[in-house]
């Protein structure tokens, strides 16, 4: 008698092609992957991740950045979405085969959840035709096999398409649907195939598009480059679909937008540089709640901190002191690390703050507006006729929190205080957005341009390190 109950595996379509048919290679390619990623976030998970899909030699270390910040998260279920390269379909097909098949062993389909997933998608057809040659689903399987272990289950879902409804259609379905131990994999490269310097450009708008979420205007841009075919690009983000289920979702479940690697192919084969594809990591995480350490200022108040910072430099002009307004709300009462940033035309032209202040929050932004201007060994005296050119920037600082390893740095939200005897420096949280800097090179610099120690001393545990944020604010 036939068994009926014999279990259908997809086999795996591109090993050997896109990464290793052979187990223990493919294993050291992903391990190294994974060793060579250092996260700017890491004492969380995102819940949505966009990796490409490319041959791993070209996008496989880009990737790793993705998943190994999807490894902390412990999740059970992960949903793979993609956008078919070999058939044109509407709607979503999801896979009807029991398990996937990589170099790397077995994974089983959640087929119970595609079930429940369908019955509130009624676009979702379950068919395992598409997917059985299709490779952007595929490559992303080695890397979860490795990351999240044998217990996981799949949902693949590929798009046929660029509807942007099935895209929101699909975001609503997943938003009823999944648990807290559920991850959204999304399948996607960006630009193809423009020179390097062009690529870097065009997915550097591409990926401020999907940070803030702007479904709209990724689909105008990509329709527009496909459209008109300018500079060799023949697409912005192949999986787009799948892009804007990830950016749909990310505001349902208030989500937000983080870059955790770029790259494109000319970076790691320097033959293709005239000739390119595109990568990002992007992680999606959970909005931290707000420190209960001194609250951030509103809008009236930051005017009226940059206010008294300015008048405060007027008044100096004039040789006298400026007197603080009466009737200040509470927070200006509050004792609180400031520095104050002046810049000129864009360029630095002083910059003096503290971390501990037995001021108040307005007397030590007062006290820091005359230091900045006047006091900064760096420059000259600010001049009378320079201070309309002037734009004041002001950064209030939290508390200092003492670390003990740098992996609780998140660079772009902590500033870092180094000390080691009585050397020390210190980069506000903006420094590392500015510089595009590592956390490596970040913490590289800090200790041996700004403190004046060994650059290695933070990795060698022989200095102290501080981490506190800042809420910055400008004039401009």
């Known amino acids: 008698m036939a068994n009926t109950?014999?279990?259908t595996v997809r086999q795996a379509a591109v090993a050997g092609q896109f990464y290793p048919a052979a187990k223990k290679e493919l294993e050291n390619m992903?391990?190294?992957?994974?060793?060579?990623?250092?996260?700017?976030?890491?004492?969380r998970a995102p819940r949505i991740i966009i990796a490409p899909h490319a041959g791993y030699v070209y996008s496989g270390r880009v990737g790793a950045f993705a998943f190994k910040a999807l490894?902390?998260?412990?999740?059970?279920?992960?949903?793979?979405?993609?956008?078919?390269?070999?058939?044109?379909f509407e709607g979503i097909v999801a896979d009807a085969s029991d398990m996937w098949q990589t170099p790397l062993g077995k994974t089983a389909l959640d087929n119970d959840f595609i079930r429940r997933l369908a019955d509130n998608c009624p676009n979702i057809i379950i068919d395992s035709k598409v997917h059985e040659n299709e490779h952007s689903l595929e490559v992303e399987m080695p890397f979860l096999q490795k990351t999240m272990g044998n217990d996981l289950k799949i949902v693949p879902l590929l798009f046929g398409s660029d509807d942007l409804s099935l895209a929101r259609e699909l975001s609503e379905a997943l938003a009823k649907t999944i648990d807290e131990k559920t991850a959204i994999v999304v399948s996607s490269d960006l630009s193809h195939y423009p020179e390097y310097q062009t690529a870097n450009k065009l997915d550097q708008r591409t990926?401020?598009?999907?940070?803030?979420?702007?479904?709209?205007?990724?689909?105008?841009?990509n329709a527009q480059a496909e459209r008109e075919e300018r500079d060799k690009v023949s697409t912005l983000a192949c999986g787009e679909p799948a892009v804007a289920v990830a950016m749909f979702l990310a505001g349902k479940l208030g989500l937000e937008g983080k870059l955790l690697k770029?790259?494109?192919?000319?970076?790691?084969?320097?033959?293709?540089?005239?000739?390119?594809?595109?990568?990002a990591a992007i992680g999606f995480y959970p909005v931290?709640?707000?420190?209960?350490?001194?609250?951030?200022l509103n809008r009236p108040e930051k005017?009226?901190?940059?206010?008294?910072?300015?008048?405060?430099?007027?008044?100096?002009?004039?040789?006298?002191?400026?007197?603080?307004p009466e009737g200040l709300p509470d927070i200006f009462k509050e004792k609180r690390g400031v520095f104050v940033t002046l810049k000129e035309g864009g360029m630095l032209r002083g910059c003096i703050g503290n971390f501990f202040s037995n001021f108040s929050l307005a007397q030590n932004i007062r006290e820091m507006a005359l230091a900045a201007a006047f006091d900064d060994p760096r420059f000259s005296p600010l001049e009378k006729k320079e201070l309309k050119n002037i734009d004041i920037e002001i950064s209030v600082l939290s508390p200092m929190k003492k670390i003990s390893d740098a992996e609780e740095i998140e660079l772009g939200r902590h500033g870092v205080y180094v000390k080691k005897g009585d050397r020390s420096g210190v980069y506000l949280?903006?420094?590392?957005?500015?510089?595009?800097?590592?956390?490596?090179?970040?913490?590289?610099?800090?200790?041996?341009?700004?403190?004046?120690?060994s650059k290695n001393c933070w990795q060698e545990g022989t200095c102290e390190l501080y981490i506190f944020t800042a809420q910055v604010f400008n004039e401009s």
């Open 5 to 7: 109950n014999k279990q």
């Open 30 to 43: 992903i391990d190294q992957y994974l060793g060579l990623a250092v996260l700017p976030i890491t004492n």
């Open 71 to 88: 490894q902390a998260g412990g999740f059970k279920r992960v949903i793979i979405i993609g956008r078919s390269h070999r058939r044109y």
């Open 207 to 221: 990926i401020k598009t999907i940070l803030a979420l702007d479904t709209a205007e990724l689909h105008e841009q």
């Open 262 to 279: 770029y790259a494109n192919s000319g970076d790691y084969s320097e033959e293709t540089k005239d000739r390119v594809v595109g990568y």
């Open 288 to 296: 931290l709640p707000k420190s209960s350490a001194g609250r951030e």
């Open 303 to 324: 005017k009226i901190a940059l206010a008294i910072a300015r008048k405060t430099i007027e008044t100096a002009f004039e040789e006298r002191e400026y007197s603080l």
């Open 429 to 453: 949280p903006q420094v590392a957005g500015e510089t595009g800097w590592t956390k490596e090179q970040f913490l590289d610099s800090l200790c041996e341009e700004k403190a004046g120690i």
